[in-house]
């Protein structure tokens, strides 16, 4: 397996490096995970003539600095060495911006592995009259440069060939640069540290990485001997090493660029055109609302067909076992258990499957850059990237493809506070829990102003909160855990281009893959340990006392009044398992916790059950209360009986005040655990979402015991 | 001392130098912003911040705060000629 040589392709953001990859890949590609990192590794087998050979999509990447965990692997990619493993990197470069691309690729061909440059979108060149005069530019660089249009495949056999025949040439030369004496010397210090690599022209290379890379400090885990080689090099000199290595580099670019390119260059007349309303003052502002309104609209409106399939198919599944299968506790598990498991992770693959395809539109076209340009300036006050936004308001819908939509942050900690902070934001799950509080306590309230009923204000406010809580947690969580560097935002604005369709479902696809595979084994697994904490242990005498119910029913009654009968003893006879479920005992435990936020055992339950995801909240209710777990925040049967709850001293369970407390609960809570398990897959540790978890679940107790108890001192509400 | 963040949509300018956080000073750097290239500022977002900017042939977006980091010296609308670095620079 590992004999294979590699076909590395690297290249800048934008520069077509995916849509390279997918046409030499086809349908063979495979997504796996970079060890250790949750950076996605697509890789493909392909066959070239007779040479197979292993394909890697490399992240793309400016520069070889490591300043991001994909950059990291880029340059580990690239540079790293490994025994008996032979690689040629393909570097894609954006024919229109050439200059860029030449950057990137001198740093490949410092490193002396096999190179091709594939110049793509030769096609938007011509139409810009840039002329590029590849044999020159191939025989300045000393490698083949070849000239492509990826997207309609043109040129592709061309490299194929080429990136063969390096393999079988060998090292490029050296790219002549001037590096100055400062520079010289620096590198030969810090390469001294790097004893271990054997070939002498990589040395150098990394030590020039470790120069540059080295001030980043946390990202990196550098050999403290690299960094102290670093260190002695930096206060050896007075000279701006950094301007200088760059310096040298674009000297050489500059002069590649002067005499094999002629023409005018992008004139970005179209980009201006379009530019000119979409960052426009107003008409910009409206057309962002109107994006953004329409992924909205997907996450919230679209999805809602597809996931009532995905709901009917397993109920469908589920009768259909009960009907075949013989009653017993295997039945159970199979099928509240195994199938709702399954049930739980197929329900999230509509919004994640539309909230991918839009976003990698987005990216595509080139609007999402234009996003973070328009609404930076809101974001950054509480720590955020502009492009964090998409995320945010994902958030509003479900934070599961929420938290994967931060895969769009390069930035370590951008993303993390931003997948941290955004399960805050009032999910769509959460509005069947504020509708049933409302409903039940506030129906029969008042109006405000005479417009708006009290409810109505109640159900803002939640939604108010939700958004303040997620800002405040982002800057908090920027000043305190992810404390860093000053965040930026220099980002490129690329020009806008038509989106591939096949790149577009191709990336989707393995998004939803990666979900079903990382995260949803860890929510399958979660369901069930759920079900077995909602249903064990069974209380045999129960079961007995209520077959003796059903048999004096059977001979009493007939007909609807045995019907009807024999269903209330079916609710109750739940409820009286679920009471001494492993559930309904830790319930009943934490009551004393639970009392001074108003909430007794019942609703305790309620709030263990929503783990499962939040709406569940109503359906365990359902049955804690008898009334069985078919019903919906709609049934009036279920508010009436929550309407009559008590204390055991006589006092209302759910007084307005008790309603408010609970809906502030779930405001805060991280109840949801197929958020904690997206977090971990996207965070890579168990770490983050543990600090999520714990922070959400101490908010949203301080803050409804906050709520109940100064509300109650103050005589609102009781 | 003119700097980048300073300048108006339609100015051009030539980089004098990057001076800031040093994950930020290298990531300009890389993305071109060196001594001596020439930009041009194109507009700013919609709420003021940030700015795009203009140069290599390509568009780059950056906050007010990075682009406070980088000195340049304004070159003259009207001509394309190539101003001296250290020519007197007109007042914003």
Redesign the interface.
Known sequence: MSALPQVLVAGNPNAGKTTLFNQLAGTRARTGNYPGVTVDRRSARITIGERELELVDIPGT??L?S?SPEERIAVDAILGEKDGETKVVCVVADA?????GL?LSLQVLECGFPTVLALNMMDEARALDLTIDTDGLAEALGCPVVPIVARRREGLEALQSALVQVLDDGPPPMPELEWGPAVEAAVARVSEAYADVPDPRRREAWARWAL?SE??EAELELPAKVREACEAARSATEEDL??QL??AR?AAVDELVGEHVSGE??S?TR??GL?RWL????L??LAFALVMLVVFEALFSWSEPFIGWVESAIVFSQDMLRATMPEGIFTDLLVEGVVAGVGNVLVFVPQIALLFFLLGFLEDCGYL?RV???????M?GVGLH?KAFVPLLGGFACAVPAVMATRTLSDRRDRLVTMLALPLMSCSARLPVYVLVVATVFAHQGDVFGILSVGAVALFSMYALSLGATLAAAALLRRTVLRG??P???????PYRMPLGRNLLLSTGSRVKTFLVDAGTVILALTIVLWALLTFPKDPAVAERFAAERAEVAATLDGETEADALVAIDGAEASAQLERSAAGRLGKAIEPALEPLGMDWRLGIGVIGAFAAREVFVSTLGIVFGVGDEVDEESETLREELRAAEWPDGRTLMTPLAGVALMVFFVFACQCMSTIAVVRRESGSWKWPALMFTYMTVLAYVAALLVFQVGSAMGWGT | MTVLGDLSPGDRARVQGVRCAPAVRRRLLEMGLLPGTELSVVRRAPLGDPIEVRLRGYSLSLRKSEAAGVTVSLVPRASTERAPASAPLPAE
Do not use: W
């Open positions: 400016y520069s600095t300043s229109t911006a050439l200059a860029r950057y540059m001030l980043d950094d301007v760059v310096a674009y260059g992008p970005h980009n201006d530019d960052t426009h003052p107003v910009g502002m850059a973070a340009f328009v609404i930076d300036r809101l950054k502009g560097p000053r930026t935002m220099v980002l490129e604005l690329p």
